[in-house]
């Protein structure tokens, strides 16, 4: 059998009760080369392994497991699954997302004239009003930017040359709780090679619903940003200016009674409160030096 023409890599953990959506999404692709699957297994639990060669039957593709066990974490996962990856072109999304019809065409497509391509994502489908009242929504037809920096393509959501991501030494296993796929983006354009958006690869991406859980998500995130600065200042990346501080503090205080409001009001205050947090013990590191 000839090799695939791209390789669809999908870190994932404890995910039997909702990766067979995402496995009949790709099902449904209309690529019209062949690729595989490759679900980086980082330490389930779940008997996941029992399933894949059911699963492999069931929906007719191309889908192996390889074991990213040894160190947790989604940069690790999507490591091994990268050099376990037997295409040229690698594609990544979730376990718990869905990719929609026409995903991979589009980011092979675009992956011909860029080394990295990054999708686009609708967080409509598969989010109640509440839950997407807690956070400000990803561009609806390009890459986020930060700092007035460079663009960059979502883990979630993108498509990389294999060798491109290999000389690069992957994702970056430090960045444990948010920031790799950014500090990925900007060390691949760094290093000079391109970056694209393709418009037509959408995933639906699916919000967590707890809010603890969304705001341990929000606080992580923020305290990954005073390290992104300090590693890419030199290359252009500026702070936020100090006004930005005062504001964040202003509109806290201002809206401190949505705390006792409905679901969707307490939900955004928690979540801007949590980035506050941890956005301010990022700060606080960076300036003790650690």
């Known amino acids: 059998m000839s090799e695939p023409d791209v390789s669809v890599v999908i870190p994932c953990r404890d995910v039997v009760d909702v990766v067979e959506d995402q496995l009949r999404a790709l099902q449904a692709q209309d690529f019209p080369g062949r690729f595989e699957v490759v679900l980086s297994d980082n330490g389930s639990r779940d008997g996941l392994a029992d399933h894949v060669e059911a699963w492999a039957r069931e929906f007719g593709l191309d889908l192996r497991r390889v074991d990213s066990s040894a160190v947790g974490g989604v940069s690790h996962a999507r490591n091994v699954g990268l050099r376990a990856a037997r ?5 990544i ?3 718990d997302d869905l990719v929609v019809p026409g995903w991979l065409r589009a980011l092979a497509e675009a992956a011909r004239g860029a080394e990295l ?3 686009v994502m609708d967080v409509i489908s598969l989010n109640d009003e509440v839950r997407r009242a807690w956070r400000p929504g990803p561009p609806a037809d390009g890459l986020p930017q930060k700092f007035g ?8 959501n993108l498509a990389v040359h294999r060798d491109v991501a290999l000389g690069l030494g992957g994702w970056d296993e430090t960045y444990v709780a948010g920031g790799d796929d950014v500090d990925f983006a900007w060390r691949l354009q760094l290093a000079g090679h391109r970056l694209a958006v393709a418009t037509d690869a959408v995933v639906q991406y699916r919000y967590r619903t707890d809010l603890p859980g969304t705001a341990r998500q929000f606080r992580a995130y923020a305290r990954c940003e005073d390290r992104l600065l300090r590693q890419f200042a030199p290359a252009g990346a500026r702070p ?3 006004s930005r501080f005062r504001r964040d503090l202003s509109w806290l205080v201002r809206n401190v009674r949505d705390v006792r409001g409905d679901e969707a009001a307490r939900g955004r205050w928690v979540c801007r409160f949590a980035t506050f947090r941890g956005r301010t013990a990022g700060n606080l590191r960076g300036a003790l030096g650690r």
């Open 117 to 119: 391509v990054g999708g």
């Open 87 to 91: 295409a040229p072109v690698v594609a």
């Open 93 to 95: 999304c979730d376990a």
């Open 149 to 156: 920096f460079l663009p960059y393509a979502m883990g979630c």
């Open 240 to 242: 936020e200016k100090p």
